[in-house]
């Protein structure tokens, strides 16, 4: 998980709703829009930190100390 914990426009709080999101959208296959609905997330900006994220922690942990 390395969603930012703020999003960078308002600043309101968005990583604690990342897990249930990816839970929803990824395995239960639900619209996104209507998930961000459900999880009470309205400005365009935070969406976008949801919609636009690409969790790519485990590619950077393959890079790790040898």
């Known amino acids: 998980m ?3 914990v703020r999003c960078f426009s308002c600043g309101q709080v968005v990583a604690d709703r990342w897990e249930e999101y990816t839970e ?3 395995k239960n296959k639900e ?4 998930v ?3 999880l009470k997330v309205e ?3 935070c969406r976008r930190m949801f919609l636009g994220h690409i ?3 485990d590619d950077v ?3 790790g100390r040898k």
């Open 36 to 38: 961000l609905d459900d």
């Open 24 to 26: 929803r959208v990824n």
């Open 2 to 4: 390395m969603i930012p």
């Open 55 to 57: 969790d790519f922690i």
């Open 31 to 34: 619209d996104a829009g209507k």
């Open 61 to 63: 942990i393959s890079y």
């Open 43 to 45: 400005r365009y900006c």
